[in-house]
């Protein structure tokens, strides 16, 4: 029923989206660039050929665009950007080389005190994904190495940033940045919300920290 009811509102949301298009177009204004930001987690061996059929779908219905992009966007253009939560070994095993086989630029978002380890939340995740490690500092070295990679912060410790307290949030935002920047050898600047949580605050936070771009899981245009 839950998926039911969110197939329903988007398909509203659809509806009104060509609507209004239709609309413009009469008018002879172009639509307004859209730009969606498509996030996963896990990619595991079963679900490659999924994970594969849909960046297909995706070069039909868009153009791919980094998550660091500053270009103007087209009017009456659809842009897609695709991210990964949680740095897992299976994003580089499964979809790496089916974005690098379809030119699609991508971003992986690490939580840096996990580095290499078998998280402490996946305890409850589902069976495909429970087995999941992150990425050692080699292999996150090697898969920036690829020009079509960036690799963002997701803290240290994957913690709800609006839960921690002022102090601790900020010593998860600069900790992580300079854990991955020491990993890397280049700046990270942006930068995932573990569970999207957010406020205008943690954002402040996050600018002032460093961080050029911020993601998050709630629903908002992106790129205004």
Known sequence: MKRLVKLAISLMVRAGDV??????RLLGCPPPPVCVVLYYHAVPAPHRELFARQMDVLLKLARPLASGATVKLEPGQHYAVVTFDDGFISVRENAAPELRRRQIPWTIFVPSGCVGQSPGWLRHAAPAVRHERVMTPDEL??????????????T??????????TERAAAE???????LEHILERPVDQFSYPFGARTP?????AHTAGYRRLFTSNPAPAFR
């Open 19 to 24: 609507l209004r298009n239709t609309v413009l």
């Open 141 to 154: 070295r090697a898969l920036g190495n690829d020009p079509l990679v960036t690799i963002g912060s997701h």
């Open 156 to 165: 240290v410790a994957h913690a709800q940033l609006v839960e921690v307290g």
């Open 173 to 179: 935002l600069a900790r992580s940045k300079a854990d």
């Open 201 to 205: 605050a943690l954002d402040e936070q």
